[in-house]
């Protein structure tokens, strides 16, 4: 398994501005995903982030709102950019570990609570 | 988003009953994730599923992994009070062409139970 850690667990801003999200695990890992989950509902993707290439947006995500970076095999942020009440979600990382052949898992971080007003 | 079906959307039942809840899906997936995620944390994982066909156990949990690849179930036997939360199924997609694995969740199911 891994640990997962994000910052800030949770924050509270005001419309326009924007926050980043940092998430760091305890080991090298390829693949690290960046999801969303609106109140009371499933998780979303917004994008996968590798390292060393430019991160694949879901459908109904851009960079430009969601900015990531992937500096190493350990630590990734999300940004969101000029928020709106909309984007009041949790928003969670998670990387997938491969633990022998054919058997890849995937393991989330505890979340970044975020309160628009 | 794309996501998966799951049912039953929430469900209370008495301490000591079994639980089922299951995902099905129109596309065919590698593997099979369930996750359990109590209010406030993110997703813990409960049992993945590699092989069509294949039943995994991990204490009271068991589930499946369904024969066509296109379903999975997870059952709860002897419930108790902290198996409250909501449940995920996630199924990995292969991307039509060379691409990234990526995984899709289902719509939850969640668990109440009464002592």
């Known amino acids: 398994s891994a640990v997962i850690s994000q910052k800030p667990s949770r924050d509270i801003c005001q419309r326009g501005t924007s926050l980043t999200i940092q998430c760091q695990v305890d080991s090298q890992v390829t693949m690290m995903f960046w999801y969303r989950q609106q109140p009371g509902q499933s998780l979303t993707l917004i994008a996968t982030a590798n390292q060393g290439s430019e991160a694949t947006y879901e459908s109904g995500f851009v960079i430009d709102k969601f900015p990531i970076s992937r500096p190493n095999l350990t630590f990734s942020t999300l940004t969101v950019s000029n928020m709106s009440p909309e984007d009041s979600s949790i928003y969670l990382c998670?990387?997938?570990?491969?633990?022998?052949?054919?058997?890849?898992?995937?393991?989330f971080g505890p979340g970044t609570r975020l309160t628009v007003l | 988003g794309q996501q998966l079906n799951q049912s039953p959307q929430s469900m209370f039942i008495q301490e000591g009953e079994d639980v089922s809840m299951n995902c099905t899906s129109s596309?065919?997936?590698?593997?099979w994730l369930w996750y359990k995620q109590d209010p406030g944390e993110g997703p813990v994982l409960l049992i993945a599923?590699?092989?069509?066909?294949e039943l995994t156990s991990n204490g009271r949990l068991t589930a499946q992994f369904g024969i066509t690849r296109k379903d999975s179930f997870l059952n709860i036997s002897a419930s108790i009070p902290s198996d409250v939360g909501i449940y995920f199924c996630a199924g990995q997609l292969i991307p039509p062409t060379s691409g990234t694995y990526k995984y899709i969740f289902g719509t939850g199911t969640r668990l109440k139970v009464l002592a």
């Open positions: 596309s065919i997936f590698n593997t």
């Open positions: 998670s990387v997938e570990l491969w633990e022998g052949l054919g058997t890849d898992t995937q393991y």
């Open positions: 599923l590699y092989k069509a066909g």
